[in-house]
C-alpha cells in the first residue's frame, strides 16, 4: 500500500488547485522565519504536491533513507513526531504538529536519513515539495527558492538553539542526579557516543 493516497473516487477528487487558497493561506500564517509575500507564497504553491494521508500510518519512518527527497507543509490533521534511541526501543513523542508545521524539512536540503518517524495521528492532508520542484522552483524563481532556503535554514536554526538548551539542561539536571559524574565525564561519554556513530 503507498504511503500516501488520494481520497476515494466516490469523492470528489480534490486537485492543487483546489487546496493552492489553503497552501497560500497556511504558507502566509508562518512565523516570521518564512517571510513570503501573497505572489510569492501562490509562486511555491505552484510547485507542491497535494497528498492524502489516512490516520495510524506512519509517512516518515526515522533512519529511513528511501523518502528524504522532500517536505511537507502540514495542512489539515494531526501528526505525531516520535523519535527512538534504536529500533527496539519504544518511541518517544516529540511533538503533536497542527496544520502549519513543516516535515521534513531536512530532507529536502541532504540525502541523510529521517531524524524522526511521523505517524499521521488524524486523517491528515499535507503539501509536498520534492526536491526536484525545489530545483525547479530554484531555475524558474530564484527570489522565491531563496526565501524559502534561507526561511528552512533559520528554522533549523532556531531547533538546534532549543535542543542545545534543552541538552545543557539535562546536563545539569544529571549532574545534580548524581554527584559523582561531573560535566566533563558526561561531555567525555557524549564525545565517545559521537565518534562511534562516525
Not at 527527497?69 to 497542527?98: C, R, Y
Request: hydrophobic share 45%; charged share 20%.
Amino acid at each position: 500500500m503507498p504511503l500516501f493516497r488520494r481520497p476515494p473516487a466516490s469523492r470528489a477528487s480534490p486537485t492543487l488547485r483546489d487546496w493552492t487558497p489553503r497552501i497560500v493561506d497556511v504558507l502566509l500564517r508562518m512565523p516570521a522565519w518564512l517571510r513570503l509575500g501573497k505572489t510569492e507564497a501562490r509562486i511555491l504553491a505552484g510547485y507542491m504536491d497535494i497528498q492524502f494521508v489516512p490516520a495510524g500510518i506512519v509517512f516518515i519512518r526515522q533512519d529511513d533513507p528511501t523518502h528524504a527527497d522532500g517536505m511537507m507543509l502540514l495542512l489539515d490533521g494531526e501528526v505525531s513526531v516520535e523519535k527512538s534511541a534504536n529500533q527496539q526501543a519504544d518511541s518517544l513523542v516529540v511533538s503533536i504538529a497542527q496544520p502549519g508545521a513543516l516535515l521534513g524539512e531536512m530532507g529536502i536540503l541532504n540525502d541523510a536519513p529521517r531524524s524522526a518517524s511521523c505517524v499521521a495521528y488524524t486523517d491528515v492532508v499535507l503539501a509536498l515539495l520534492t526536491r526536484e520542484a525545489l530545483e525547479r522552483l530554484v531555475s524558474e524563481f530564484p527570489p522565491v527558492a531563496a526565501k524559502l532556503a534561507l526561511g528552512i535554514a533559520s528554522r533549523l536554526a532556531e531547533r538546534l538553539r532549543s535542543t542545545s538548551s534543552k541538552l545543557s539542561t539535562l546536563s545539569q539536571v544529571t549532574a545534580a542526579m548524581h554527584p559523582t559524574l561531573d560535566a566533563s565525564t558526561l561531555a567525555g561519554g557524549l564525545k565517545r557516543n559521537k565518534a562511534r556513530r562516525q
